[in-house]
């Protein structure tokens, strides 16, 4: 069985950014894990809540075919933190899938992990993540290698379909 972690804000944490991936991935049997800072119920921007599994600080990326990074307000507590960074050169390293959607994707640029890549982010931060050499493309939902970007809530059903699309590439 397929297994990704998808790591949300403890709070705002965008909805549908969320929920949207999960239900697809979930429908396609895939085991999905829900990481946050703290092991507390996270609480999304639009009133949705979501129970934690683990904190950031215990994912183990050999164990996930995929590392989701959840946007929304909240998910910049993890623009500076240095688990989160670790967690996406790792996934890099290990030829693993790494997604952001919204401003998530900061997160990743902050990491080093899109220097040089094709990647999109909600508009607020198009700056952001081309300071640290992202190649900014527009697109609501951008792919390189194994790296998936989305600009924000309109693109999480989107977002969500293409990594169901890249973990089915991946061999058991």
Known sequence: MKNVVMIIAKNNFRDEEYLQPKEILTKAKIN??????SKEIAKGSLGATAKIDITVNEIEVK??????FVGGNGS????ENEQAH????????QNKILAAICIAPV????????????ATVFESEIEE??????IYTGKNVEIDENIITANGPQSAKEFG?????????IKQ
């Open 32 to 37: 999905v894990t829900t990481a946050s800072s």
């Open 63 to 68: 164990n996930y075919d995929a590392i989701i």
């Open 76 to 79: 910049s507590e993890y623009w």
């Open 86 to 93: 670790n967690i996406a050169q790792e996934a890099v390293k």
């Open 107 to 118: 997160t990743l640029a902050k990491a080093g992990v899109l220097k040089d890549k094709k």
């Open 129 to 134: 993540i081309k300071k640290y050499g992202a």
């Open 161 to 169: 379909e293409k990594i169901l699309s890249l973990i089915n590439v």
